[in-house]
């Protein structure tokens, strides 16, 4: 089944959105015109991704500055877990994930 999240017209580089889908708290970003779709929340200590700073293709978590590189997920600067990155699905005009 498909949940769509946002319209693809929306989705430029710096977008973040955040989606509840079944009790999952997910963010929904763009770099490099790429949309990632993951958990908003930092594998460390469950803090919410959505407020940390993205420089380039960098994802740091607000709470203890651990950086993610978004392309693969994995932590660049502490013995961290990865992001959970979920695949995306298209609908027409819009994006969102298969159930």
């Keep these: 089944m498909f949940v769509a999240l946002e ?4 989705l430029q580089d710096g977008y ?8 999952r708290h997910l963010l929904l970003i763009v770099v490099d015109q790429q ?4 958990e908003n929340r930092c594998p460390h200590q469950g803090a919410p991704l959505h407020t940390g ?3 380039g293709s960098v994802l740091r978590c607000s709470r203890h500055g651990i950086a993610f590189d ?27 994930l298969d159930l």
Excluded: H, S, W
């Design 53 to 55: 700073t993205l420089e």
């Design 70 to 96: 978004l392309g693969n997920g994995r932590p660049l600067n502490a013995p961290c877990p990865p992001l959970q990155r979920l695949p995306l699905a298209y609908d027409g005009d819009r994006i969102g």
């Design 16 to 23: 973040r959105g955040t989606f509840q889908v079944q009790g």
């Design 35 to 38: 949309p990632i779709l993951m």
């Design 7 to 10: 319209r693809l017209i929306n």
